[in-house]
């Protein structure tokens, strides 16, 4: 009889192994949305104003939150006051199920645009923190006012990782995360724009990417701040001048 018994506890703890991941990737047995809720409400320390960018909310119909997985959002056009250069900013939180899962290679597609090269990786480099590394691509469209060319950065950010970055598959890479960040840069492709770096949006991120860091991961910022604190017992001791 145990020869019986033996295979069928294995499938039923198979079976039940299999349900607990599914559930967990599907919030079956939690609150959806919570913790990528709660950290959602740190969106309104992102400054609308830095440098010589000024940021204007833009309205994002329901169906386009839904599809995106967007539990909270920023959507905001910066525009530089001095060479009147654009950038879209789009900030999203949500379930990396669905964060992950819609990428300018497939909404832009679907909104009439053609991408015209392979994703490439690139790296911003951020003052003082680590290089954020972004996915970037190009999208052309043409309609009777003439012909749009975007170049789109994208990228992702697990809250306890605190680091922007672009794997392979990030459904994978992610795949069991309640609370994913994920951002856009997006901006017209510029006559002088020879070289990604010379894109107004990477010039852009430079500035912004530390003031969105220190709003998203204000208990990174305390820990540094801590860590650059002596604390008075360990003061080094006052020589004694000797008699």
Same mark, same amino acid.
């Given at each position: 009889?145990?020869? $019986? ?9 198979? $079976?039940?192994?299999? *349900? ?11 609150? %959806? ?21 000024? &940021? ?11 599809? *995106? @997985? *967007?539990?909270? /959002?920023?959507? #905001?056009? /910066? ?14 939180? @949500? ?5 992950? #899962? ?5 909404? /832009? ?34 309609? %009777?006012? &003439? ?36 951002? /856009? ?14 894109? *107004? ?8 990417? %530390? ?21 008075? &017992? ?10």
């Amino acid at each position: 009889m145990n020869r $019986i018994y033996l295979p069928l506890a294995a499938s039923l703890v198979l $079976i039940v192994s299999l *349900a607990l991941v599914e559930g967990k990737m599907r919030d079956r047995w939690g609150t %959806p949305g919570v913790e990528a809720a709660e950290l959602g409400k740190r969106f309104d320390q992102v400054p609308k104003k830095i440098g010589d960018w000024v &940021g204007e909310d833009l309205p994002v119909e329901e169906v386009t939150r839904k599809t *995106a @997985g *967007a539990v909270n /959002y920023v959507s #905001r056009l /910066y525009t530089n006051s001095k060479n009147r250069n654009t950038v879209n900013l789009w900030l999203i939180i @949500g379930h990396s199920r669905d964060v992950c #899962r819609h990428t300018p290679t497939v909404c /832009y597609p679907s909104q009439g645009f053609r991408q015209t090269g392979d994703p490439l990786k690139h790296h911003i480099d951020v003052l003082g923190e680590e290089p954020a590394e972004f996915f970037t691509a190009t999208f052309s469209k043409e309609d %009777p006012s &003439g012909r749009h060319l975007e170049r789109v950065f994208w990228a992702w950010n697990h809250p306890n990782t605190d680091i922007w970055e672009a794997p392979d598959n990030a459904r994978v890479h992610y795949g069991l995360s309640r609370a994913l960040y994920k951002l /856009y840069f997006v901006g017209n492709v510029l006559n002088d724009e020879n070289t990604i770096d010379s894109s *107004a949006s990477v010039d852009f991120a430079k500035l912004m990417l %530390p003031a969105l860091n220190a709003a998203l991961f204000p208990e990174k910022i305390a820990d540094t701040v801590q860590s650059d604190i002596q604390p008075a &017992g360990d003061a080094p001791a006052e020589e004694v001048p000797a008699e």
